[in-house]
């Protein structure tokens, strides 16, 4: 009894030694690694040229900013600001009766949840394809005292994974070829 004590006792001490050995090695021959990690930005700027005068927004695209591929949406605001105060109208201008709008000839596709989306990725400081040619007021359609204001406000999304995408913006579809199409 005592033999077979002895025996796992110089065992236990053999394997401690070993792995004492082994840990002191690489501590002291293995190089440290730095593993830096540099996150990604993902910003946009809507781009437009505006007219005061007459009160036109024209070629309106959007520039991705920040430093990866990135789907683009936007929404088009379009409302009745008063002149003195900034308030809002509370009717909403109609497009072809109050206002005319020359949509760009293509690249943005308009979802049922109102937001008009571009069908491609776009690479990081590039822009979208022209979104709205021309928004121009009617003449003598606007309320007393009020202009035409059309806001375009736009969010952007990393391209890839498109997971992220799909979990993000609801009601889209990307597909093998990368482009995005709403549902």
Known sequence: MKKRISVILAAILLVTAAVGTTVAFLVDKTPSVENAFYPTVVTCQVLENFDAGANVKQNVSVQNTGDVFAYIRTAVVVTWVSKTSGSTYGGAPLAGTDYTVTMGP??????????????????????????????????????EGY?????????????????????????????????????
């Open 106 to 143: 293509d690249g943005w596709v308009r979802g049922t949840d109102g937001f008009y989306y571009c069908t491609a990725p776009v690479a990081a400081g590039d822009k979208t394809p022209t979104l709205l040619e021309t928004v121009a007021p009617v003449e003598g359609r606007a309320p």
């Open 147 to 183: 202009v035409l204001s059309v806001q375009i406000v736009a969010s952007a999304i990393q391209a890839e994974p498109a997971q992220a995408v799909l979990a993000a913006w609801s009601g889209v579809t990307v597909h093998d070829d990368g482009s995005l199409s709403p549902n």
